[in-house]
C-alpha cells in the first residue's frame, strides 16, 4: 500500500500516447546524418513511456535524448558509439533491439530452437508413421477373394 | 509416446507459475515494474561542474566535490510536485549531518530559489543543471531521482521517484550508515 | 434501482450458469436426456438475465447515473449520445460485462442452433461454456462489480479518455471480444471430444464454423484497432508491437492455425490431437491476453486501470480453463489414432507447413512479449524488446508462409505434384517478377520490399488462378462456368478470397513501411512544402468549437502539378472535462495513397510543428483485411457447415474407444 501510494505519487509517468516526436528545430541540416539519427532513435526507447522510441515521442526526456544523438552524430560519432554513450548511462533497456548477451539468449534463440525441434518433431512422427504403414497386414483368404472379385480377374 | 502428450501441460504449468511469481512481486508491497536499475551503480559519479543558484547561499556542485565522504544526491525541480513530497524527509536527513547536495533539474532561478526559500534548503551545495545534460550523465530518467554516493565518489544505490519514510529507514540511512564506517 | 436490479441479474446468471456447467454434464455421463436439455435452458436463461445486466448498465450510461461508480469515472454529461453508449465498455468492468455477456449469447446459439450436434456432445459443450462463465461472472461479481454505488453522488462525470471518443476505437473491443470469446466455443469442443475420447470429421465439420466466426471478428478487431492507431495516434504508423497488440495477435495466429488443420481432420481424419490441442491454445491465448491487459504485469499505453486481486482472479481462471484442458488432453489425446497417410508434398503437407510457420510465429510474438516479465520474475534484470526484435524473428517466418500460401491450395490431398502446381502458378511467378520490376524502377531496391512485393503479387494472382481454373475461366462456355462458379464450394470460394486478402493487405503493408515520404518541419501561413510530388500550401489555423471539446485546426491546401487535390484541416483538440488533448491527422484517401498531415505545436513567430506524410498503398492494408474477414464469412456459409452437414455415424468412422471414454 505504502509503494503504491509512492507510484501513485510518482508523477512523470506519461499515460496517453501524443502525437510528438521530432521536432523541426531538432533536425540537422544534413539529410544523411539526419536520416541516420532518425534510424537511431528509433533503436532507443523512450525511458519514461510505454514502449515507445523516443523518435516517437513527446516526452521532454526523448527529446533531450534525440538532440543528443543528433549531437554525437555531428560530433563524427559511428551508430556503435552513440548508441554505447546512451546504453553506458541508461543500461542495455534502452536498447529497443536488445543485445545479445546470456540474458538474452533464449529471447533470440528462443523462436529459431523451437521451430528446429517443431520441424524435427514433424519429420519424426511422418517417419514413424510411415514406417509403421509400410509394413502393412498380409491380406486374409477371404479379402484377397473379394479383391479379386472387385478387380474382376482370378489369381 | 505418451510423454510427449504431457509436454503443453508442463509448458503451461512453468508460464502459470512464473506469471504467479511476477504477480507476487509486483503486488501490494512489492516492486514496481517501471523502476529501472541504475547503470552506474558502483562506478564512479560522472565527470560534471555545474554553476551555483543565484541567490541560493551555497555554492554550485562538481565531479570533485563528491568522494571522501558519503553523501546523497538530489535530483530536483520546483516544478516537479512529487519533490515537495519528500522534501520534509531530506531536510530531516541534513539535520542528522547527511551531506545532502543538489542538482536543480531544468528550472528557472526565481522559481527555484522562492522554492528553496518557502521550504527551506536542505542542499549543501546545488548545481544548476539548465539544460539537463548532467542528468543524461547521471542516468536519469525521472525526478525527483536520489542517488547515494560513498566515500570514493562511487554511485552505490539510485532512487527513482520521491524517498517515502519508509526508504529512508528501511534503505538510505543504514547504507549510509554502512557507508560511513 | 435500476443498478441494482443489473447486479442482481448477475448474480442469477452466475446460479444460471452454474446449473448449466453442471447439470448436463451429469446428463451426458449418465446418459440422461432430460438434464441434457436442461442444460440448454440453463444457456438460455443465462443469456437472457445477462443481457438484462448489460442493458442496466446501457442505462446508467445513457441517463449519466453518475451514483453508479464506474459511469461517474469514466462518463460525463457532455459526451455525445455514441460515445456514452461505447463508453460502457471503454472500462474494465463495463467491458467484462460484455466479455460475458458475448460469451453467454454463443453458449445460447449453440444452445439454439446446434440441433445437428448429438445431444451428449452439445451438452457437454453447453457445460464447458456454463463453466467459463460461471468463471467470469464470479470473477465481475467478486472483483470488479460495474454496479457499486457511489454515495453522495457526483454531480458530473470525469469523463472518458478523449482518444478513446472516436468511432473506430468504439467498436474496436466489440470486435475483439467476438473473437476472443468465439474461440471458447472450439475450446469447448475440443474439451467435450476429449471427455468423450473421439474426434472425427464431423467433429471437425462443426468446430470450424464457430472458429471461423471468431476469426472473423478477429480479423475485424484488430484491423479497426489498427486503423485508429493509425489515425489517431498521428505520426502515420498502425503497428507497434505494443504487447497489447501482441496479445490480440496471438489468438488470431493460433485460431488461422486451427482453421486450416481443423481442415485436414474434417478431410482426412489427419492432426487430430493437434487441432484438439490449437484449439485448447487458441482460447488459452485468448485469456492470456485477457491477464496480461488486466492484472497491471505489462506496461502498456492500452492496458486497464489494475488491482492485484483481479490479477490473482484471472490467473486462477486460466490456470483452470488452460490447465484442466491440457490435463485431460495428456490423459486422452495418445488415445487419438492418427489418420490418413500422406505424402510430405500435398495438401495436408502444405498444411502441416501452415501450421508449423503459424505456430512459430505465435512463439516468437509470444516470446517477444512476455520475455522482459520472464527476465524481472526471475531477477534477471529489466529488457526492452521492441519492434526491431519482431522485424528480425517474426518477418522470416511469415514471408515462407505467404509463399507457400499460394501454392497449398493447387496441391491434390494425400499425394501432391509440386512440379504442376508451379506449373499452374506460371502466371502468379510472372506477375510477381513483372511487379517487383515495376517496383525497382519506380521506388528503387530495398531487398525487403521488393520480396513483399513478390509476395504479395504471387498470393493475389494465384488465388485467382486458382478460382479461374476451378471454374474454367477462358476454356469453356460462360453459361457452364457460372454454373461451375456456384456449384464449387463457397469454402473454396471463401479460402481464395481470404488469401487474396492477405495479398492486398501485405502489399499496403509493405509499399507504406518502405515507401513512405515525410516532411517534418516549421511553417508559417502562406508557406508550402512538397512532399512525394505534391504541394501542400499552410494556409494557417483557426480556432474551432466541437460538442465537449475546443480545437485548433489547421489549413493545408494540396495541390499536385497546380491541380487542386483535397485541403487538409488537422486538429489538435483540447477536451475540457478531462483535461486532456488530442491530435486529429487530417487524411485524404486514395486509391494510391494517403496525404496526411498533422499539426503539431507552435514553435515561435507565428510557425508550427508540422508534420506531413505520403503513405503509398496503405489503405490496401485495411481493405485487405476486410477482404479476408469477408473470404471467412464466405466459408461460412458452405453448405457443409449449414443444414445437412452429415451426422456423427453416417461415416463409420468413429474409433472404439469413444463410448467407453465417455462413460
Redesign the interface.
Known sequence: ???????A?????V???????????E?LADPALEARARELS??L?C??C????ID?SAA??AR??RV?VRERLAGGDSDDQVIAFV????????????PFKP??W???L??PA??LA??GS?VLI?RR??AA?AVPAPLSAEERRRLDAVLGEGP | MRTAFLVPLAAFAALAAVLGVYLYQVGPGGKSISALPSALIDQPAPDFALPALDGAGVPGLAASDLGGHVALVNVFASWCVPCKVEHPLLTALAKDGVAIYGINYKDKAEDARAWLARLGNPYRRIGVDATGRTAIDWGVYGVPETFVIDAKGRIRYRHVGPIMPFDVDEKIRPLVRELAR | MIPELGHFALALALLAALVQGTVPLAGAARDDLALMEAGRRAAAVQAVLVLLAFLALVHAYVVSDFSVRTVAENSHTLKPLLYKLTGVWANHEGSMVLWVLILALYGAAVALFGANLPPALRARVIAVQGLIGAGFLAFILFTSNPFLRLDPAPTEGAGLNPLLQDPGLAFHPPFLYLGYVGLSIAYAFAVAALIEGRVDPAWARWVRPWTLAAWCALTIGIALGSWWAYYELGWGGWWFWDPVENASLMPWLAATALLHSAAVVEKREALRSWTVLLAILAFGLALLGTFLVRSGVLTSVHSFATDPARGVFILALLVIVVGGGLMLYAARAPSLKGGGLFAPISREGALVLNNLLLVTACAAVFIGTLYPLFLDALGGGKVSVGPPFFTLTFVPLIVPLLAAAAIGPMLAWKRGDLGAALGRLWVALAVALAAVGIAWAIAGGKPLALVGIALAAWLIVGATTDIAERVGLFRIAFRDMLARARALPRSAWGGAIAHAGAGIAVLGITASSAWQTEAVLAMRAGDAADVAGYRFQFEGTREAAGPNYRATEGRFVVTRGGAPIAVLAPEKRFYPAERNQTTEAAIHTTIAADLYAVLGEPVGDGAWSVRLYHNPLVPWIWIGAILAAFGGAVSLTDRRHRVGAPRRGARASAPAAADAAGA
Open positions: 500500500m505504502r509503494r503504491a501510494l509512492a507510484a505519487l510518482v508523477a512523470f509517468a499515460l496517453a500516447p501524443e502525437a510528438g516526436a521530432v521536432e523541426p528545430g533536425m528509433r533503436e526507447r525511458l519514461v510505454q514502449n515507445q522510441s516517437d521532454p526526456l533531450d535524448l543528443l546504453t553506458d548511462r541508461y543500461g542495455d533497456f534502452v536498447r529497443l533491439r536488445p540474458e538474452t533464449l529471447l533470440w528462443g523462436t523451437l521451430l517443431a520441424a514433424v511422418a508413421r510411415r504403414a
